[in-house]
């Protein structure tokens, strides 16, 4: 009686919904926009088909992990799962709406002509890194950032959003796959096959974004993963084992790394970039994942504390 009562309050609460419209595709579900005709709260719904119509079981494993992981995460700068509604053979996940997501504000922001405000880059990049230092610390690594699963708010506002990638690190995983992050954000350590990534590859990520902020188009355009991994070494050069030690254990190194040559640099290919920038990029681009940047670390970083101090030495003088 109790499991019948749960499923009719889970169909009135489903019926209260409105869609408005669709906002878009997320890692298992299409997501969108509706407004609840009891509260007039406007909420984010994904709507996820459950195989087999059984509201009991067939649940792609994707949603299950981003259901139990968004349980444990309470961040600002992580979007809210505010319910879970099982109904109709579906599952529906409500979030916090937000405004729009990164992807469409940089290709907005193109369109128009104009370039982001060097303070809004600095103001989402450290709200990235926010968000990545909490789930980083919790042994949780997103496994698939970019600007389409960055939302943000009307008043400057940023949430990390889609975990459906996401995973604990520090326990053996079986790897069959290392397709697991859109592939201009994808680090050379996955696009190289090595099985023991860990969440440097968040980091490498930031890199990606933070570098398509100042340029408004993705930083390395590569159409495949070879071609991904040349068009990273010929800006960035190509790794050794100096700098990387067991990089030649990789085949697909072994098969490329003689025939790539570097013919730009960080600060060529992004001429409006600031020296502190040039300089936090390096450090994020760190081809070797054990000596790449933290998201503590890059916290710390004199193009997030310089701003600070300025800030503070001018409400000081005045």
């Known amino acids: 009686m109790q499991r019948n009562t749960r499923r009719g309050s889970d169909v009135n609460k489903l019926g209260d919904l409105i869609k408005l419209e669709r906002l878009g595709e997320g890692t298992y579900g299409t997501v969108f926009k509706v407004h609840n005709k009891k509260t007039g709260e406007l909420s984010a719904m994904k709507q996820i088909k459950i195989l087999g119509g059984d509201a009991d079981g067939g649940v792609p494993s994707s949603a299950v992990r981003e259901i139990s992981l968004l349980r444990s995460l309470d961040h600002p700068n992580i979007i809210q799962l505010k319910d879970i509604i ?23 922001t193109r369109q128009q002509g104009n370039h982001l405000p060097s303070n809004i880059i600095r103001s989402y990049t450290q709200q990235i890194l926010q968000g990545l230092d909490y789930c980083h610390k919790r ?83 590569g159409t495949n993963p070879l071609d991904q991994i040349h068009r990273i070494f010929s800006i960035l050069g190509t790794p050794r084992e100096s700098s990387w030690p067991g990089i030649s254990s990789s085949t697909i190194y072994q098969d490329i790394s ?26 994020l681009f760190c081809f070797c994942p054990k000596s790449r940047i933290s998201a503590e670390e890059a916290l710390k970083h004199q193009y997030f504390t310089e701003i600070f101090s300025s800030q503070e030495n001018n409400a000081a003088s005045s």
């Open 86 to 108: 099982p109904a109709d053979g579906k599952l529906y996940l409500l979030f916090a709406l937000m405004f729009k997501d990164l992807r469409q504000h940089i290709d907005g």
């Open 258 to 283: 003689y025939s790539i040559e570097q013919t730009s640099c960080l600060s060529q290919e992004l001429s409006d970039a600031s020296p502190e920038q040039i300089n936090l990029l390096s450090q």
């Open 139 to 221: 042994r949780l690594f997103h496994r698939d950032l970019k600007p389409q699963n960055i939302l943000l708010d009307e008043v400057g506002g940023l949430k990390l959003g889609d975990f459906g990638l996401a995973k604990l690190f520090g326990t053996p995983v079986r790897i069959t796959t290392f397709e697991i992050a859109t592939l201009r954000y994808r680090a050379p350590e996955l696009l190289l096959e090595f099985p023991d990534y860990g969440p440097a590859i968040d980091i490498w990520s930031v890199g990606c974004v933070l570098a398509e902020m100042i340029q408004l188009t993705p930083f390395f355009k």
